[in-house]
Structures are given as C-alpha cells and as structure tokens.
C-alpha cells in the first residue's frame, strides 16, 4: 500500500467520522428540543394551575366565612355597611383584583391559557370588577386606596372598566 491509498482512506475515515458526528448532534439537538418543549408545557400548566387555585382561594373565602360572604352578598344588593364590614369588603375586593392582576400579567407573558390574550382577561372580569366597585364600599375604597396598591398600567384598566360601567348606566 503506498501513501497515497492509505491519504484517500484516512479521508474517507474522516467523512464518515464527520457523518456519523453529525447524526448525532442532530439527535442531541432533536432531544433537547423536545426537553425544552415538554418544560415549557410544563411551566405553562403549573402557571395556570397557580392562576386557578389563587382564584379558587379569593372565593374559598366568601365559602368559608360566613360573615363576610353576608357582607359580600349585602353590599352586592346596595345595603349600608358598618365602616367594619365595608373594610372587609374592600380588602376582598383588592383580593380579587390582586387575582386579576396576576392573570392579566400572566397572559401579556403568553404564560396562561392559550387561546386568550391580556384583554381578553378584562373582557371576562370586567362585568364582575364593576359589580363589585359599583357597590359604595368597592367605589370608596377604589377611590381612596385601590390605585396605590397596583401598577399604573393595570390601574388605567381598571379605571377603563369603571368607565365603561359609567357609560352603560348613562
């Protein structure tokens, strides 16, 4: 065998080793794809799991205390509150809206349910955020509080949900 035939075969060693190199960087990439495709799934359903038990643990609430879900459901029918029961009122209200804030944030991420977007979180939660700020405790306490307690741009939301129910009773 001279050099030149043992050259061609060291090249040709050298492709296939090049190939084979190839192929499997192709399956280590392919594998990693789907590792960070099944996390990201997962972060997605965990948030949303999150999303949904902080929901479900606003209403547990008004399930569980007897007095507030009273204080609740007279406020919503436009009886007088005590300044108590109206202090608990407003503080399940920023409850709510803490909820809502934390859905909105989470679907200007992409980070909730898929099929709906950060609007579409006020569409869905306006008609109960102006039934509860439409009560004389949720206006008070929006009024004198509320704005302090979130961020501007989620302030200017909700002031435009107010603005709608103002433009509705007109």
Not at 8 to 22: N, Q, S
Not at 103 to 130: C, D, K, M, Y
Not at 133 to 158: C, Q, Y
Request: hydrophobic share 45%; charged share 20%.
């Amino acid at each position: 065998m001279n050099w030149e035939a043992i050259g061609a075969i060291g090249e040709i060693l050298g492709a296939v080793v090049v190939v084979a190199t190839l192929f499997y960087l192709s399956n280590q990439l392919r594998q990693n794809a789907n590792a960070l495709q099944r996390n990201n799934e997962y972060a997605h359903n965990e948030s949303i799991h999150h999303a949904q038990r902080f929901h479900h643990d606003v209403f547990a609430v008004l399930a569980s205390d007897s007095e507030l879900s009273s204080i609740h459901r007279r406020c919503l029918a436009g009886e007088d509150l005590t300044p108590d029961e109206a202090h608990r009122f407003a503080w399940f209200v920023n409850s709510y809206l803490v909820f809502v804030e934390f859905a909105w944030r989470q679907q200007g991420l992409e980070l909730g349910f898929v099929e709906e977007n950060e609007e579409s979180i006020i569409q869905l939660t306006g008609p109960h955020i102006r039934k509860l700020l439409g009560t004389n405790a949720g206006s008070e306490w929006w009024r004198s509080t509320g704005p302090e307690l979130f961020f501007g741009d989620f302030v200017e939301k909700i002031d435009r949900v107010i603005a709608e129910n103002a433009d509705v009773a007109v």
